[in-house]
């Protein structure tokens, strides 16, 4: 097989660089490849349905059709032997086995990387695929000898000889492809350069002389071993499908009892005999294929186009710029708010008025470009069911996975952040959580597990969580673990606090390393990880009954709700969703600890005190701290009440970085600018509760 790139397929005579068109057909793939492996991963073998076996045959023949027009002949190669055995599923001419599945997920995996290195310009070595290719003829042959033998026992031969008909490769054939009209000035002629740029298309001529069509439409004589859908999707790249029709071919007459009155220059024409084309499409005689004739094409692509004009693909950087120029309209927003407090109302109401609907108009406009890089969970969850597969395989258990809130949506810069954490908390719950069938039989439990994975909108948060029905947590093991590992554990230990253990560096209770998990890396990079996103996480776990583990999320880190306040000249910015409620200082409620600093007394429980003022050494504090305004904050199931001198206002600010625009500066998690020009520093809660 000869090494193919992506570097552009310029057929002779065709003045179109097909690589303009290559980041839509890589998207198109990955697509249609999560497509086909879910839709494998619920397929019921025993009652496979129809739907379900055509969808998945249509989106491999999608891969091969653009593979094909591409030039990428290793993707082509082993999507035609994948269309050889899912033709033979869809038409029940064969039985879908747990190894066949197996083979085509396997295929599905190699197809991807096999579009990563072409997307990547051709480099690394190639995927090699002789084993795939060499498994999937192996599966088809065997199922159809079986289907074969079958049929015979039965008393006839056909579907046998139906079977083994799939499996052989169409011979050699010649047909008449009729485009037009051509109403556009489309030059025919360079479509025929395509069957010498793409190996095993065939060959193809122009039509001329006396046996052309009307000037309206042109025929092509083609000699091919394709099938017509192939042929389709190539001529389609370039006309389109409603002016494309395959037509049949008759029987060439006999030239002793019907010979040509008149060959005019048909007599120097080397290219097979075409079929007779007819002179208009009103009274044409030959007969369009079953599957491609016009009428049957037109109308089933008129659907298919009005659903492609709905939607729109659009670069993430191009969105990204939208953002931050909106981001920008919401400071200057925010900015002339602030001017206008100053001026009389009754003198300018139209101004007044104006900024009001400027303000209502920011904050649509602000939502909907927002609403533009939400993505809905199942982005995420979808990647799980065929990673449960291939685990409980490997660990030889039993595991079905439930979904709800797919549809929640959450900004794509956390989607992306998000997966890694979340993968590594299902496989936790498949090989610590989940036990084998025999011990959650002789537990009283169903021999199959149950993870459950959910997602909902909280405030202005998504919650995810990730739950099981497996053995739990153990509390004595844990205590034992840490006290091994030199953690001080006190005995009344509450559980909330037991297991925020196991995010410890190193802290593992496997026996044993497996490749799966044992090694102690990952918890604490999954806890890392969420509260560099502004995010907490929560854990429950019974005994027994399974565990319990929630992560909260803002839902963009673009735009955030924040409570601005006054700390001597400094303003600071607290999210929203941390701030749990605020209150007036009592000198009676504040005690003093030795080298420890103070703590406040809120009903029954004590708090740390946390001045800002100290903390960032801000200068001229306008009060003492025992009559200072505390907001209580919470973060990681952790609470402390930080003093400020006042509470200026809430509203929502746009998140700027600061480290990238400034330093790295502890306790501060970002800036904003506020609507009077200065920046305004969004203090991180994490770092401030730790």
């Given at each position: 097989m000869g090494e193919i790139t992506?570097?552009?397929?310029?057929?002779?005579?065709?003045?179109?660089?097909?690589?303009?068109?290559?980041?839509?057909?890589f998207e198109e793939a990955y697509e249609?490849?999560?497509?086909?492996?879910?839709?494998?991963?619920?397929?019921?073998?025993?009652?496979?349905?129809?739907?379900?076996?055509?969808?998945?045959?249509?989106?491999?023949?999608?891969?091969?059709?653009?593979?094909?027009?591409?030039?990428?002949?290793?993707?082509?190669?082993?999507?035609?032997?994948?269309?050889?055995l899912l033709d033979l599923a869809r038409r029940h001419e064969l039985q879908l086995t747990t190894e066949m599945v197996d083979c085509l997920l396997a295929s599905g995996d190699t197809l991807r990387a096999q579009l990563k290195r072409h997307q990547s310009g051709g480099t690394g070595q190639p995927t090699p695929i002789d084993h795939l290719v060499s498994d999937l003829r192996r599966l088809a042959r065997a199922q159809a000898a079986v289907a074969g033998a079958t049929d015979k026992t039965a008393g006839g031969a056909t579907g046998g000889d139906r079977g083994s008909a799939a499996i052989a490769a169409l011979?050699?054939?010649?047909?008449?492809?009729?485009?037009?009209?051509?109403?556009?000035?489309?030059?025919?002629?360079?479509?025929?350069?395509?069957?010498?740029?793409?190996?095993?298309?065939?060959?193809?001529?122009?039509?001329?002389?006396?046996?052309?069509?009307?000037?309206?439409?042109s025929d092509l004589t083609v000699t091919t071993v394709s099938a017509d859908s192939d042929l389709i999707d190539l001529f389609t790249f370039y006309v389109d499908r409603d002016k494309v029709t395959i037509m049949q071919c008759p029987a060439a007459p006999p030239q002793a009892t019907a010979p040509e009155p008149?060959?005019?220059?048909?007599?120097?024409?080397?290219?097979?005999?075409?079929?007779?084309?007819?002179?208009?499409?009103?009274?044409?005689?030959?007969?369009?294929?079953?599957?491609?004739?016009?009428?049957?094409?037109?109308?089933?692509?008129?659907?298919?186009?009005?659903?492609?004009?709905?939607?729109?693909?659009?670069?993430?950087?191009?969105?990204?710029?939208?953002?931050?120029?909106?981001?920008?309209?919401v400071?200057?927003?925010?900015?002339?708010?602030?001017?206008?407090?100053?001026?009389?109302?009754?003198?300018?109401?139209?101004?007044?008025?104006?900024?009001?609907?400027l303000e209502r108009n920011t904050r649509d406009l602000q939502d909907s470009v927002m609403g533009i890089r939400m993505i809905p969970m199942s982005f995420v969850f979808n990647r799980f069911p065929r990673m449960l597969r291939d685990l409980a395989s490997k660990l030889d258990k039993k595991i079905?996975?439930?979904?709800?809130?797919?549809?929640?949506?959450?900004?794509?810069?956390?989607?992306?952040?998000?997966?890694?954490?979340?993968?590594?908390?299902?496989?936790?719950?498949?090989?610590?959580?989940?036990?084998?069938?025999?011990?959650?039989?002789?537990?009283?439990?169903?021999?199959?597990?149950?993870?459950?994975?959910?997602?909902?909108?909280?405030?202005?948060?998504?919650?995810?969580?990730?739950?099981?029905?497996?053995?739990?947590?153990?509390?004595?093991?844990?205590?034992?673990?840490?006290?091994?590992?030199?953690?001080?554990?006190p005995d009344n230990m509450p559980d909330q606090d037991v297991w925020q253990l196991i995010f410890a560096p190193g802290f593992s209770t496997a026996d044993v390393v497996t490749d799966v998990s044992g090694r102690g890396v990952g918890m604490d990079v999954v806890k890392r990880n969420i509260t560099s996103l502004g995010g907490t996480v929560e854990l429950e776990s019974a005994l027994g009954q399974g565990t319990r583990v929630s992560v909260r999320l803002p839902l963009t880190l673009a735009i955030m709700d924040g409570m601005s306040v006054g700390v001597g000249g400094e303003v600071y910015i607290l999210p929203l969703a941390s701030v749990v409620e605020t209150f007036q200082a009592d000198q009676s409620k504040i005690k003093?600890?030795?080298?420890?600093?103070?703590?406040?007394?809120?009903?029954?429980?004590?708090?740390?005190?946390?001045?800002?003022?100290?903390?960032?050494?801000?200068?001229?504090?306008?009060?003492?701290?025992?009559?200072?305004?505390?907001?209580?904050?919470?973060?990681?199931?952790?609470?402390?009440?930080?003093?400020?001198?006042?509470?200026?206002?809430?509203?929502?600010?746009?998140?700027k970085n600061l480290e990238a625009n400034y330093r790295k500066v502890d306790g501060i998690s970002g800036a904003t600018i506020m609507g009077d020009g200065r920046v305004g520093l969004i203090l991180d809660i994490s770092y401030l509760v730790s």
């Open positions: 992506n570097q552009g397929i310029q057929p002779g005579g065709i003045g179109i660089d097909l690589s303009q068109f290559f980041e839509v057909f249609n490849l999560a497509s086909y492996e879910s839709l494998l991963l619920e397929m019921n073998l025993e009652e496979p349905d129809d739907e379900a076996l055509n969808a998945i045959f249509r989106a491999a023949h999608s891969i091969k059709g653009g593979a094909a027009t591409f030039g990428f002949v290793d993707v082509a190669e082993l999507t035609h032997e994948l269309e050889t011979g050699e054939r010649v047909i008449t492809i009729r485009v037009g009209p051509n109403e556009q000035g489309f030059d025919v002629k360079s479509l025929l350069d395509l069957f010498d740029e793409i190996p095993g298309m065939g060959k193809a001529s122009l039509v001329t002389g006396e046996r052309a069509a009307s000037p309206e439409f008149d060959l005019g220059f048909g007599m120097f024409d080397d290219s097979p005999a075409p079929c007779q084309p007819p002179t208009a499409v009103a009274t044409t005689t030959l007969a369009p294929t079953e599957s491609v004739s016009a009428a049957i094409t037109a109308k089933a692509d008129k659907p298919a186009a009005a659903a492609e004009s709905t939607t729109l693909r659009v670069s993430v950087e191009k969105i990204d710029q939208l953002i931050n120029l909106v981001g920008e309209l400071i200057t927003q925010a900015m002339l708010a602030q001017k206008a407090q100053a001026l009389d109302v009754n003198q300018h109401s139209g101004v007044v008025a104006g900024l009001t609907d079905e996975l439930k979904t709800s809130g797919e549809a929640t949506e959450l900004d794509k810069g956390l989607i992306e952040k998000i997966t890694d954490p979340l993968t590594h908390l299902v496989r936790n719950s498949v090989d610590h959580g989940i036990e084998n069938p025999s011990d959650r039989i002789a537990a009283g439990k169903a021999p199959h597990g149950t993870i459950t994975l959910s997602a909902r909108h909280q405030g202005g948060s998504i919650v995810i969580e990730v739950r099981d029905d497996g053995r739990g947590l153990n509390r004595e093991r844990i205590l034992a673990k840490a006290l091994e590992k030199g953690i001080p554990v003093s600890l030795a080298d420890q600093g103070k703590v406040v007394q809120v009903r029954d429980e004590y708090l740390p005190v946390c001045p800002l003022a100290k903390l960032f050494d801000v200068p001229y504090p306008a009060v003492e701290t025992s009559r200072s305004i505390m907001v209580i904050v919470e973060a990681e199931g952790r609470r402390s009440a930080l003093v400020v001198d006042e509470l200026i206002g809430q509203h929502q600010v746009v998140v």
